[in-house]
């Protein structure tokens, strides 16, 4: 029983730090050209909001009309 314990806490840490990881170029440059975004902004607003695409596209077209 610990053992199956251990392996879940595993799987939440290894979820934990999935969302927690660098935005990998591949993801900034889909958010830039469908938001006009650079790559870089497009990066640094993934690491601010998180990998939740829809919130992290809002953010960036929200963060070009005020630019």
């Known amino acids: 029983m610990a053992d199956k314990r251990t392996a879940m806490a595993d ?3 290894a979820m934990a730090d ?3 990881r660098e935005p990998d170029d591949k993801e900034a440059l889909r958010l830039a050209e469908t ?3 650079s790559p870089n902004q ?3 607003l993934m ?3 998180g990998k939740d ?3 992290v596209e809002k953010e960036a077209k929200n ?3 005020e630019g």
């Open 42 to 44: 497009a990066k640094d």
């Open 63 to 65: 963060f070009k009309a």
């Open 47 to 49: 690491r601010k909001h």
């Open 18 to 20: 999935r969302k927690k």
């Open 11 to 13: 799987r939440r840490i």
């Open 35 to 37: 938001t006009d975004v």
């Open 53 to 55: 695409s829809a919130k």
